[in-house]
């Protein structure tokens, strides 16, 4: 495992054109990603999510700010540069699972493509049986389930444990066991050196990752690491517990709680 960034944003700005003027959907964000960590990005919807993978994955060039593929600055990576890193060495898996496999390959080919334009060799059927999907090899992605779409370009994306391995919200269509299959395998890469960056709305990801990053309006507004995101009970009151290493934050048990955007922050009285 190596802790020696991957990649590094500074001040991140992404514009985009929109018919009352240019929206802001990433202002001032500072990300740094590294190999054989899962990192979870979250935030209401329109928060810049999509956003920032994009600009991660090398798919999109940040309007403003710096960012950094080990070391070396982006902005002066040539076209042709970016395209090879994208193939051989990003892993993607899009918001709408079907728009990162291809229509005409089975399940099988999807792996055996992969495998080819990253220039490695794998057992298609050894990585299918990682997300139970063996017995769908022959199947092409137009008769697969939405769940079963999922886990196959999840599976797909991370053929040969690329150095970067995006994935957009890759448990939403899920149910808990499908989940469990794609966060494990999510895992496995990451132990193997993948970074693994997530975009996700969904609980249990969020408990899966070694850092969970919040946007609200493309502003980064907090980060938890140095521990996994804990998912709590609420009880029949209302009442949470809250993690250990949260309640140093509240030294006198008081606590602000405010319900924004569809999500709960928690802050110390003033
Ligand atoms: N290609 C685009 N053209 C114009 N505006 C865009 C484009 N992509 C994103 N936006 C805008 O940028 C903002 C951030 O969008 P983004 O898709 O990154 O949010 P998100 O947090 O991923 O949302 P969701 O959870 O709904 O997928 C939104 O206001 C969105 O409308």
Redesign the pocket.
Known sequence: MTTEPLLQGRELLQL???PTGP?Q?LRGVDVTVVGGRISAIT??????????LALLALRERPAGGELRHRGTLVSGLSRRRLQQLRRREIGWVA?RPTHSLFPQLDARGQIEQMARLRGVTCDPLDVLAEVELTGRAAALPAVLSGGEQQRLAVAAASVGTPALLVA??PTAELDDDSAALVLRLLRARADAGSAVVL?T?DARAMAAADTVLR?RH?VLTGSASDGRAHTSMIDGQGRIQLPEDALPLFPDGQVVVTVVDGHVELHRPE
């Open positions: 985009y054109a929109a929206t959907a935030g209401p919807s329109g928060s810049g999510k999509s956003t920032l918001q957009d919200e975009a709305h946007l493309g």
